[in-house]
């Protein structure tokens, strides 16, 4: 019900704007019918009767040249005039108005439209009566007869040739189509493009042999033997061109085999549009290209511009009647498409044209129409060469723009050896990789708009081109691309040549932490000015002057060194702490007050982590001294005290015999550097006699081996009856005058355990174990619990 429905609407909207169009100018031309055919008539004696007498035809060939110089020189005025029409005030073409020019060019439609129509109707009415009554009929109905039947057997015998020609190339086209859903080894868009070209090249070779068959059929078959009809030869030329037109379109929607079909597509719907899309093209194509030709050849030109309009006017409705039918169903399947995209940019390009495909195809219906309308002697060869030419910029397009989709959501992966050596040369190449794809498929797509514009006569490319904004343009973009290109190459060169000496797996083995320090503090430098130098450069290069960008960039850098001082200190320090090798990642350092393993540094701070895992970052402009502890070796410093009863000489003795074990151990063995030096007695303290000694190791290991020296030390002591003395507590009660001291009173400690003896055993009610002590004394002890030393 919806469909017809929608068939009687838009047929009545049509022809009521075909009405209103045309309109004015029936009316006009209703009143000069009668007048301009007898003209025409007379004209046309005339000019055959000049033609025929030689001198005459000199004359008027003469006379031909003197018009056209009296053009030339006219046009050479044309200037003049419009500087007098804009001294006089008169509107010029350049200064009128866009709705007056619309207002006009729609006048000139309908003034052509009307002028069609009229003609037709005298064409129809004077088709099969003449002028003269006593001359007869104007044309041959034997005549017609026998072309038409000539032209029938051309067409059969083609149309015969190229269907048999099909049909020996069906297995070959089955066979292509297998290879490509079956074949392994390359990716799958990559068969369908090469079995889709493969497949175009045997059915262009097909439509030409079936052409070449043709010609020979209608030269040396029908006919006059040895000459080639002019109506044979029409439907020829339009054979070959409608038939390459199919062939384009069998490339995006074959319907017999899948493995040939670009557009994913069931089978259903390419049959469906490859139907609808080759019945069109047939209708129009040789409709306007046999049909009005041998009508304006034989019959009547008029008639022929009739006859073409009708063919427009209802190609025109039965596509855009096809193109509603189904605009939910394509809307539905290009949401879907979109859905599935993985770009965003994708996504959003599907979505869009989801929503107006079914306006941009009816606008292009229209416009045929209208071409048609304004330009009827060239508006199918001029629309059909724009459409062919549409059809393959956006084809090969499409190819590009896939095959580059698939390779920027292809993984680039590199060799285990060499992502070994350069573990991050993968990740860059595949971020830059890509995003250079992004960039050649914009150009792609702004080339092929610029493409389609220019097919249609919207955009002169070659007329911009030739300008030297146009040429310019196209230089700089060029330009601009090599130099990001060759700015990205370098910088993974250099990136990753930074790499592979910072890498072990390069044979050189584990690089210092001076080297690493500097290549990647050379590396960030690299970056920062590679980046500055090719925005510099590209700026340059797209016409901004980049004299006042330095000078800017100077003056701003001046007023950062006043106002950031502390910054510029870091920044200088940092170099000078770089250049001398102060520290490197990794060392054990002392900055600032604190001490810890530097795990970072930079060009203007320093970051270290303390030994109980605190993470500082010390700018460099609070750094007065830096103590690394990792530079050629390092001292384990130690101190034993022994009792002053011992034998110092037995002691080191024993503090020898601890190094040499440590000298047989694996693990701390290989990293001792030196004999053990013996300081010597360094002290005589309070409670002991200390020792000191020296231990030389590998830098940063002085601490372990310390640890382990002090285990054997403790040892090696208990094992020889070595006190090593702790603090001790003396009480002292004083003496008497002849050096005796009084004794201890410890009464009251024996008091006490006489009490807890004397005590008796409570009964136990909780079922465990319970102590108790009653005695009194068990208390807080006050002043009489001591007793005070006796005076003399």
Excluded: C
Excluded at 121 to 146: C, N, R, V, W
Excluded at 393 to 415: A, E, F, N
Excluded at 624 to 631: E, F, I, K, L
Excluded at 761 to 779: A, C, I, K, L, W
Aim: hydrophobic letters at 50%; charged letters at 15%.
């Amino acid at each position: 019900m919806l469909l017809p429905r929608l068939k009687a609407r838009l047929s009545h909207w049509l022809a009521l704007i075909l009405l209103l169009v045309a309109m004015p100018a029936l009316a006009q031309q209703a009143e000069t019918t009668a007048s301009d055919t007898a003209s025409d008539t007379m004209a046309y004696s005339t000019l055959a009767d000049l033609l025929e007498n030689d001198a005459t035809r000199q004359r008027l060939i003469g006379q031909l040249r003197t018009l056209a110089s009296d053009d030339a020189g006219a046009s050479i005025e044309a200037p003049g005039e419009l500087a007098a029409q804009e001294a006089a005030g008169e509107p010029t073409p350049a200064d009128t108005s866009l709705a007056r020019r619309l207002a006009e060019t729609t006048s000139g439609v309908a003034s052509d439209l009307g002028q069609q129509f009229t003609a037709l109707t005298h064409a129809l009415s004077t088709l099969f009566t003449s002028a003269d009554p006593d001359a007869g009929p104007q044309i041959s109905m034997a005549e017609i007869t026998d072309a038409a039947l000539n032209l029938a057997l051309v067409i059969v015998a083609t149309f015969a040739t190229f269907v048999i020609l099909r049909s020996l190339a069906r297995p070959l086209f089955s066979r292509v189509s297998h290879w490509s859903q079956h074949s392994g080894g390359r990716s799958p868009l990559l068969r369908i493009i090469l079995a889709v070209a493969f497949a175009a090249l045997i059915d262009v070779v097909v439509v030409a042999l079936a052409y070449v068959g043709g010609n020979l059929i209608a030269t040396f078959a029908i006919g006059e033997t040895g000459e080639l009809s002019t109506r044979a030869s029409l439907f020829l030329n339009a054979f070959l061109i409608i038939e390459l037109i199919k062939a384009a379109i069998r490339m995006l929607f074959s319907s017999r085999y899948e493995g040939l079909r670009l557009l994913p597509a069931s089978t259903q719907e390419a049959a469906h549009w490859n139907r609808w899309l080759a019945t069109l093209t047939g209708f129009v194509g040789y409709g306007m290209l046999v049909v009005v030709p041998i009508v304006n050849f034989y019959l009547s030109s008029a008639l022929g511009r009739g006859i073409g309009l009708v063919i427009m006017l209802l190609a025109f409705v039965y596509a855009t009647v096809f193109v509603l039918k189904n605009r939910l169903k394509l809307r539905h399947a290009l949401e879907a498409r979109a859905a599935k995209a993985s770009m965003s940019a994708s996504r959003v390009a599907l979505n869009l044209l989801a929503k107006l495909w079914h306006w941009l195809a009816i606008a292009y219906f229209l416009v045929v129409l209208l071409l048609s309308i304004v330009r009827p002697e060239d508006a199918l060869p001029s629309v059909m060469l724009a459409t062919l030419q549409t059809l393959i910029i956006v084809g090969i397009g499409l190819l590009l723009s896939g095959v580059l989709t698939q390779l920027i959501g292809k993984r680039i992966t590199l060799s285990d050896d060499l992502r070994r050596k350069l573990p991050k040369l993968e990740v860059r190449l595949n971020a830059y990789i890509p995003t250079f794809l992004k960039v050649i498929r914009a150009i792609i797509l702004i080339t092929v708009v610029l493409l389609v514009l220019n097919a249609w006569g919207v955009f002169d490319l070659a007329a911009w081109y030739a300008t030297d904004a146009g040429a310019g343009t196209v230089s700089k973009l060029i330009d601009v691309i090599i130099i990001l290109v060759v700015a990205a190459a370098l910088w993974i060169a250099l990136a990753s040549l930074i790499e592979h000496r910072l890498s072990p797996e390069t044979g050189t083995g584990e690089p210092s932490a001076r080297a690493k320090t500097l290549l990647s503090l050379f590396r960030n430098a690299l970056a920062i000015a590679l980046i500055t130098m090719t925005g510099m450069i590209v700026l340059a290069e797209i016409g901004i002057n980049i004299g006042p960008l330095i000078a800017g960039a100077g003056v701003l850098g001046l007023a950062i060194g006043f106002g950031a001082q502390k910054l510029v200190q870091d920044i200088i320090t940092g170099i000078f702490i770089q250049v001398e090798n102060a520290m490197n990642t990794g060392d054990v350092v002392s900055v600032g007050g604190i001490t810890g393993t530097a795990e970072r540094l930079s060009i203007r701070s320093v970051g270290i982590r303390d030994l109980s895992g605190t993470y500082h970052i010390v700018p460099f402009s609070s750094v007065d001294t830096v103590s690394n502890y990792m530079r050629e070796f390092g001292n384990h410093v130690g101190e034993y005290g022994i009792a002053y009863r011992e034998n110092i000489d037995h002691a080191i003795e024993h503090l020898q015999a601890a190094f040499e074990e440590l000298k047989t151990s694996e693990e701390f063995g290989h990293k001792l550097l030196a004999p053990l030096t013996v300081a010597g007695v360094t002290a005589l303290a309070d409670s002991s006699v200390n020792i000191r000694v020296i231990i030389k190791t590998t830098p940063g290991d002085q601490w372990g081996v310390g640890r382990a020296y002090n285990r054997l030390v403790k040892m090696h002591f208990d094992a020889a009856g070595i006190e090593i003395p702790f603090p001790h507590t003396t009480l002292y009660f004083g003496e008497n005058k002849d050096g005796t001291a009084p004794p201890a009173h410890l009464r009251l400690a024996e008091d006490r355990r006489q009490a807890v003896e004397a005590q008796p055993e409570q009964p136990d009610t909780s079922g465990t174990e319970t102590y108790r002590v009653n005695d009194p004394s068990h208390r807080k002890p006050d002043a009489d619990d001591v007793d005070a030393p006796q005076a003399r």
